[in-house]
């Protein structure tokens, strides 16, 4: 049942919504990239909140009108409308008063959500409302999806798509150095608004979906999960896409396997797997790779510290630095050099004092910033320049 | 009128208004150190704690829950700084992906388990039901000395005042570490004080409101709770224990006033039904915020004075 | 000329004849601290010794790894390696005789507080957590901002201080911890020129008082008026000893690299040496 749905194999409807949702997924991801370099993530929770009382006032609305009050574009419409005044008064709030962007967030976010709560319960009592079953935007659900509603998600998640490629070099340089960009001519406060627009739309297709409750993870883990992966922009915005799609596409299918499932918190869990694996595997900056770096790196600052102290005839005390001296055969384990140990030891007391050198020569500022203690420097310098500067040494070295 | 008040009204009035209280006095703090939306990570928590501490016990009750949403809590705190670190990404970003991960497991655990028999469902933990915590044994305000009447009050209201009894001694006791280490952390450090144990000791302290508060109003309407009260106080004044006071005022003022509205207000405009209690106060502590936020003698950063 | 690393290497290798005279222990004594953001060494493999009742200051360019050298002394990052000890302490038994005065701009001056109730910060030894706050500490607090003169300003909030007035706040407040051991890190940045000539004094004073001062300094062109002693650090350990031996141009070449122009050293030199 799960492979035929991961296959599209369901039929027609289910088909129609996994595009959608996987359409959705895409812009999610990249929209979601832009707005997580520009360290604005959680602004995203304060949006999809805010536009509950916008949902349920369109619904009243147009129900008023004498229309069907479950008409999709009509609530996007009001979706869209509250979740922009929300926006506008956190802008507001942290301008205007002494109140910081977090609790400005936290204030929209509950605030909305509560006077949209009040409007649900006014629904209710409401004739055309006891079927409305508008709980279902607060967690998603795909079931019973409207062919015309699939269709309306896939379209505006294209558009939203096209948009971002349109404003991707603006808003990777907001992102990047938003102060450098507004002195070389760009609107830091246009970009924004514009970014801040996408990610409404985002939200507003994705609330049928995912649930305005869960609709953040979607903009948020797919990006945090193709930072993992690379240090280019760019690049971190495709692989955002392609795991806001995955994630999507796989939990509308698995959704569609049994009605009982809410599609978003399958969506989520999907995407935070997709996290987790990053973590463990990614070379660049995953979390394993992260510590063996930082295990190796530990190393290699003892193993430096220790040669110098043998060189100085100094005691080592660190009992670590000097395992990992013993082990490499370098010292005995009470700390006496033993002969490989003082040729390495005479090495990094020559590099060091290479280094001192280069480092006080006014006119190599640039090579000697490459200092950082472990650096031989051989690796910057060639054998002509090593000659040169060992020719203004203080000392010859005569050290063991 | 009294009888009815006393049985329908008076006992989710006190919840409401312990809930607001317990969840304003640590949001102070939450709200001075820049943590505004560790008190929405940690509501949206609760929910997996209680579905998980369920699933073990098989019951709805008190204190396995409390335990439940409390390690969640603390599991969802190491988990953001496990995150923040290992993928070097800002605290706000790390939140987002902890606590939605943790609250959709929540949804589908609840979803997958047969809590059919019991008071458990999504949009509860969501916006809570603050109107069903009546007490149907009270006749009247007598009943208040009636013993036999008072043991059927709701477990929530004396669930909520141990709560709220916890969090403000708790807080008293820590004032001045809480204070020094919210005000400058490296000082604080040099002095001794075990800053990170401070920090999680708040944290926990918000989870256990939320976890209290939780039942009576929901985890959304949590975080209006831990925000709107200490942020309006904020506008009000320039000192720490004022602040505090003004806070656990507008608590009372936005429970009271929200809850009064909810129950009262759509009959006076000629509706038949009331409207979310939960969701009215939480609009009625934003509408007070709204107000401090124009009129608050401290409503603005101290001039410029701070750059040179 | 003695190779670089010889001179503090020494200072710590007196630590077996210290221990046979009577002579009081360093005041400040660090050995082998190596301390990385991510895998980039800040300070590596440093030593350095402080004797009791001297007044150091802590040079080098930007970047140079002065501010956390005295983080990792307090216990505030965490080093790769090495070693800290506080008058011949750990730092955790010698908590109560060190006094710290963080950068300004470190902390929200936007916090609801008033100056006095910073500066009884400093007292929170003694209050601890329930203890009221007696006349005499508050005696003590507003003693303590008289001697920075502040005052007039006991009450007022804190984010309606200047610059330097924040600054003067925060020497108050270690002032209150009556300690025997001051770091300051970098106290004299975007201040006034009234309150630096306050700040010496106050620190020129406690000097006076048998007390040890050590401070991160960036302004090349004050040292000899104000620091006996001077560390010079970028990263490595470049120097240490009296100004007047340390100061020199060849030593801040080895420190600052291309960063100082050798017209500015001597130009800072020349005019240095005539008042």
Avoid at chain 1, 148 to 161: F, W
Avoid at chain 1, 289 to 299: N, P, V
Avoid at chain 2, 187 to 201: Q, S
Avoid at chain 3, 204 to 222: F, P, Y
Wanted: charged share 15%; net charge positive.
């Amino acid at each position: 049942m799960i492979w035929q749905a991961l296959t599209l194999q369901l039929g027609y409807n289910a088909t129609l919504v996994a595009i959608g949702a996987t359409m959705l997924g895409i812009a999610a991801g990249v929209t979601g990239s832009f707005l997580f370099l520009r360290k604005r993530a959680l602004v995203s929770d304060a949006v999809s909140h805010a536009t509950l009382p916008g949902i349920g006032l369109a619904f009243i609305v147009m129900v008023a009108l004498g229309g069907e009050g479950r008409f999709l574009p009509g609530l996007m419409l009001g979706a869209a409308v509250s979740s922009g005044l929300g926006l506008l008064v956190i802008g507001w709030m942290i301008r205007r008063t002494r109140l910081t962007e977090d609790a400005a967030i936290g204030a929209v976010l509950s605030v909305f959500f509560g006077a949209g709560i009040v409007i649900l319960t006014v629904i209710q009592s409401m004739q055309a409302g006891r079927q409305a079953g508008l709980e279902s935007v607060l967690l998603g659900s795909t079931a019973g999806m409207l062919r015309a509603d699939a269709l309306v998600i896939a379209a505006g998640g294209a558009l939203v798509l096209l948009l971002v490629m349109l404003l991707r070099r603006p808003m990777l340089a907001v992102g990047f150095d938003p102060d450098f960009a507004a002195v070389t001519g760009t609107n830091v406060a246009r970009i924004d608004l514009a970014m801040m627009g996408l990610v409404m739309a985002v939200t507003v297709l994705g609330i049928t979906t995912v649930g305005l409750v869960l609709i953040v993870a979607l903009l948020i883990i797919p990006a945090v999960t193709a930072r993992l992966w690379t240090d280019n922009a760019l690049r971190m915005v495709g692989l955002a896409g392609l795991a806001g799609g995955l994630a999507a596409f796989v939990g509308a299918a698995v959704s569609a396997t049994a009605p009982a499932l809410p599609t978003g918190p399958i969506i989520v869990l999907a995407s935070f797997v997709l996290f987790v694996l990053s973590i463990a595997l990614a070379p660049a900056r995953g979390g394993v790779a992260l510590l063996l770096r930082q295990m190796r790196f530990r190393r290699r600052v003892h193993r430096r510290q220790g040669l110098l102290a043998l060189a100085a005839g100094q005691p080592i005390h660190e009992p670590f630095t000097l395992t990992l001296l013993a082990r490499e055969g370098m010292a005995r384990a009470d700390g006496v050099p033993t002969e490989a140990g003082r040729i390495a030891a005479a090495k990094a007391l020559l590099d060091e004092a290479r280094w001192a050198a280069l480092r006080g020569d006014p006119a190599q500022g640039l090579t000697a910033s490459r200092y950082d203690g472990l650096t031989p420097i051989e690796t910057v310098l060639t054998p002509d320049q090593i000659a040169e500067l060992d020719r203004h040494l203080p000392r010859p070295q005569a050290v063991i | 009128m009294g009888a009815e008040f006393v049985a329908l009204s008076l006992t989710p009035l006190l919840i409401g208004v312990l809930a607001a209280v317990t969840c304003a006095l640590p949001g102070n703090f939450l709200l001075l150190r820049r943590q505004a939306l560790i008190g929405d990570a940690i509501s949206h928590v609760v929910l997996p704690g209680i579905v998980v501490a369920f699933l073990l016990t098989g019951r709805v009750a008190a204190l396995p829950m409390m335990l439940g949403a409390a390690g969640a809590a603390l599991v969802s705190v190491v988990l953001i700084e496990a995150v923040r670190r290992t993928a070097r990404i800002e605290a706000g970003a790390a939140m987002g992906v902890i606590f939605t991960t943790l609250f959709a497991a929540g949804v589908l655990l609840l979803e997958q388990s047969d809590t059919s028999g019991v008071h458990l469902d999504v949009e509860h933990a969501l916006y809570g039901n603050l109107e069903s915590l009546i007490w149907l044994d009270a006749t009247g305000w007598a009943s208040l000395l009636d013993p036999v009447a008072l043991s059927g009050l709701p477990p929530e209201l004396p669930r909520m005042a141990v709560a709220l009894l916890i969090v403000a001694l708790s807080i008293a006791v820590m004032w001045r570490p809480l204070a020094i280490a919210t005000f400058d952390e490296g000082f604080a450090a040099t002095l001794g004080l075990p800053v990170r144990a401070i920090g999680l000791a708040l944290v926990m302290l918000a989870a256990l409101a939320a976890v209290a508060a939780f039942d009576a109003v929901g985890s959304i309407i949590v975080i209006a709770m831990f925000i709107c009260p200490p942020a309006a106080a904020r506008m009000m004044t320039d000192r720490l224990l004022a602040q505090a006071a003004w806070s656990v005022g507008f608590a009372i003022l936005s429970a009271v006033l929200g809850y009064v509205l909810a129950g009262y207000g759509p009959l006076w405009l000629g509706f038949a039904n009331s409207v979310s209690a939960a969701g009215m106060i939480a609009t009625v502590s934003g509408l007070i915020l709204g107000v401090t936020m124009m009129i608050g003698p401290c409503r603005r950063r101290a001039g410029g004075a701070t750059v040179h | 000329m003695a190779h670089p690393l010889s001179t503090p290497r020494s200072l710590l290798q007196t630590e077996g004849t210290v221990a046979a005279t009577p002579a009081p222990p360093p005041a400040l004594q660090v050995g082998g601290l190596t301390v990385a953001y991510g895998e980039k060494p800040v300070v590596f493999s440093v030593d350095m010794s402080v004797a009791q009742g001297t007044m150091t200051a802590i040079v080098g360019p930007n970047g140079a790894g002065k501010s956390t050298l005295l983080k990792a002394v307090l216990g505030l990052v965490k080093p790769l390696s090495g070693e800290v000890r506080l008058f011949g302490l750990p730092l955790s038994r010698a908590r109560d005789r060190v006094a710290y005065v963080p950068q300004r701009a470190s902390v929200d001056w936007d916090f609801p507080a008033r100056v006095i109730d910073v500066v009884l910060m400093g007292l929170h030894r003694e209050l601890g957590l329930l203890r009221r706050v007696r006349p005499a500490h508050l005696d003590r607090a507003r003693a303590c901002l008289a001697r920075v003169g502040m005052e007039d300003f006991a009450t007022r909030q804190i984010g309606q201080l200047s610059g330097g007035q924040q600054q003067r706040v925060f020497l108050a407040r270690a002032l209150a911890q009556s300690a025997d051991l001051y770091l300051l890190d970098e106290p004299f940045a975007g201040v006034d020129a009234a309150t630096e000539k306050a700040i010496i004094a106050v620190l020129k004073d406690l000097r006076a008082e048998g007390r040890t001062i050590v401070a991160v300094h960036h302004d090349l062109s004050t040292i000899r008026a104000y620091f006996e002693h001077m560390f010079l650090i970028n990263m490595r350990a470049i120097a240490a000893g009296p100004v007047a031996e340390v100061f020199t141009a060849a030593n801040l070449q080895r420190a600052y690299g291309g960063r100082l122009g050798e017209a500015q050293v001597a130009g800072m030199q020349a005019g240095d040496a005539t008042p």
